[in-house]
């Protein structure tokens, strides 16, 4: 059956950026300004300059992981039940107590202490900022508002990374302490605009007492019987591993120890990262706009494979240009990520329902949670053993696998919930 459509036109981004998402936008921007300034380095931090096993250390990152990933049913429950502010605001300060106790770890034991009191309190920040988000937008606007949330949110990862690689130091293990405390501050200040964030309450005028109840009742049971985010999430899984998980945790253990380049050089190839997306996020939201999701996802995978592709090539360079060659392979990784986040995060949001979106959003994070912790395990593990071209192998077949998964979403939506429209199928072709 062929689906016509007539388009849409979609409203300008500035009738959605009320005076709420303003300041959501904001506290979210200040937030990350911090986190970037130790989000590439904490594994380098524990095995450089603290003298923790690069293994142990990479599992750190891992332990947070799985300790976020066995809180997500528990937080995305309470975000639908006592509203996603009130989580946020708890999360907040419990994550900056966790990062601010990073800058007097110098054991084993101390890491691990401090990532479980940081794990607690990112666990929901992701969720609640979602929930929050989609409550405040209208669906109409929400892909390019996720859109702007994620090239501020890179904006702020590439500002702290500047700032990061101008003061880290090997040599001074003060100029991390100085980092991380900078870091849990800015989490901190986010609280001071959250009181001033409305956010509504889902609505139930047009409802029985009775659909009320039944409303009340229903939990992770429905969610989970959702075929499409249950595909949509193990397409998620491999992309995170495969994609973010292992930029975060390998990346920098791979530029290190592997091409033996300096620590500073992190910083220069993640703000890379950030300048690519502040320039192109942009361009890409009007790209994307009335075009199949499925299919736009399913390319993330591709170019995902390629940029690693590229960054795992540049060791066999001459020295003279391996730095370059990882710049390049880094844009274009980018690149994808401009498709991915807002595409990735609307959808979710177009396919729950609004009582039940934080639980949907919470077991969406589970491919972040998993992806975090599968990812910076094996780069441990490889890149430890010094086995650079096995862990490039994983992620090149990883990526392609969640591009083909997140493929097979298509036959699952409407047009609607895939984004086609009449202008679309010019590219994605008609609809069955």
């Given at each position: ?84 502010k009130w989580v946020l605001f708890v999360s907040l300060v419990i994550e900056a107590l966790g990062v601010a106790a990073y800058a007097f770890v110098t054991t084993a034991p101390q890491a ?12 929901a920040i992701w969720s609640a900022q979602a929930t929050m988000m989609s409550r405040l937008v209208p669906e109409e606007s929400r892909q390019r508002v996720f859109g702007l949330q994620f ?282």
């Open positions: 059956m062929i689906v016509n459509q007539s388009p849409s036109v979609s409203p300008p981004l500035r009738e959605a950026l009320t005076p709420a998402v303003r300041l959501m936008l904001g506290g979210m921007l200040l937030s990350n300004i911090g986190n970037g300034l130790t989000i590439s380095l904490l594994v380098v931090y524990l095995s450089s300059v603290r003298g923790i096993p690069t293994a142990l250390a990479a599992l750190v990152l891992t332990w947070i992981a799985v300790l976020g990933l066995a809180l997500g049913p528990i937080t995305g429950s309470l975000i639908d039940r006592v509203g996603p691990f202490a401090a990532a479980t009191l940081a794990a607690f309190g990112g666990a090239m501020l949110l890179n904006l702020g990862l590439g500002i702290g990374g500047l700032i990061a690689a101008s003061i880290v130091d090997l040599a001074r293990p003060e100029t991390f302490v100085w980092l991380y405390l900078f870091d849990a501050f800015t989490y901190l200040a986010f609280l001071v605009v959250l009181p001033f964030i409305n956010v509504p309450d889902v609505d139930t005028s047009e409802l029985s007492d009775e659909q009320v109840r039944e409303r009340e009742q229903q939990g992770y049971r429905e969610v989970l019987s959702d075929r499409r985010l249950r595909r949509l999430v193990v397409a998620a899984l491999f992309l995170m591993t495969c994609g973010y998980g292992s930029m975060d945790g390998g990346l920098a253990l791979f530029m290190t120890q592997i091409g033996g380049l300096p620590v500073r050089d992190i910083g220069i190839v993640f703000a890379v990262n950030t300048g690519v997306i502040v320039l192109a996020q942009w361009w890409v939201l009007k790209f994307v706009d009335r075009r199949s999701r499925t299919l736009l996802l399913a390319l993330v995978g591709v170019l995902w494979a390629i940029s690693w592709l590229m960054m795992g090539g540049s060791i066999l360079l001459s020295a003279s240009v391996v730095l370059l060659a990882l710049c390049v392979g880094m844009a274009v990784f980018a690149i994808s990520e401009t498709l991915w986040s807002p595409i990735f995060t609307a959808l979710i949001n177009q396919v729950s329902p609004d009582h039940l979106r934080g639980r949907y959003n919470a077991t969406a994070a589970v491919s972040y949670n998993l992806g975090a912790a599968i990812g910076p395990a094996v780069a441990g593990i490889l890149i430890g053993a010094r086995l650079g071209a096995a862990w490039i192998a994983f992620l090149v077949v990883g990526c392609l696998i969640g591009g083909a998964i997140s493929w097979s979403v298509r036959r699952l939506l409407t047009a609607d919930e895939d984004g086609r429209t009449t202008e679309g199928l010019a590219m994605t072709g008609s609809v069955s």
